[in-house]
């Protein structure tokens, strides 16, 4: 692998490396656009939910996953810090087993669990689009054990609630794949631009020796042109000035 030379005009900077956009404006307004069908479908799917206790805390596990996005979004580099990374991770998966371990077994629905589930798969992708898939794995099988852990105390039982977030795993396989895909990727980039600023500077040096050949016949043919002129016109030139010419 190349080694990063910091400074180096060739060297890629941490905005250019990030090869996923993430934190971009276009991501955040998805996540936006997203959140909103979020409260929108946790709402539809609980309204018979009468207690306040699952509102309050399905209301905890959305904050708790709006915090973990931002946390993202305000990261503009490649590599998400291993603090960061773990902070992230912890919160996403608080913020799912809160959604999912206070829902009442009278009034259960699978789409109930559809949000929490769909927020954790996206924040995790991301994390192992950070380069932190270690993490992101971690939190994926914490969540699938306190979501059957979760599953077990509201009466649905162990497989149904840790069945709610298998879905998230195909999604990771994915974003691992992605991301295992792009570690060459800035090595490839830095290679390119070597091979721009090699060709740019080329062209610069043809340029340059180019212009400095045309002033070069330009002041020969100031100077002899005179003479030439003089030859032709059948001008005899004095002993002195002939050894001046020559």
Known sequence: MTPIRRGDPIDLDETTG???GLGSPLLIRALV???SVYVVVTVGAGWEIRSVATWTALAAGFVMFVVAASTLMRYGGSTLP???????????VAGLTVSLWFLPRETYLTLQTTP???????????????????????GALCATGLAAVGGDLIGIGYAV???????C????????LFGLMAIPMPDRLRMLREQAFA??????????SATERTKQLKRLDAGARPI????ADGHEFRPKRRSTCV
């Open 161 to 167: 609630g840790a069945g709610n977030t298998l879905f």
């Open 33 to 35: 656009i997203f959140a």
């Open 228 to 231: 030439l002129e003089q030859i």
């Open 82 to 92: 291993r603090g960061t990374a773990a902070a992230v991770t912890v919160l996403t």
């Open 18 to 20: 990030n090869l996923f």
């Open 199 to 208: 060709q740019a500077a080329e062209e610069a040096a043809t340029a340059a």
């Open 116 to 138: 929490g589930t769909s927020a954790m798969t996206i924040i995790l992708a991301m994390v192992v689009l950070y380069r932190r898939p270690l993490f992101a794995w971690l």
């Open 169 to 176: 795993y195909p999604v990771l396989v994915l974003a691992t």
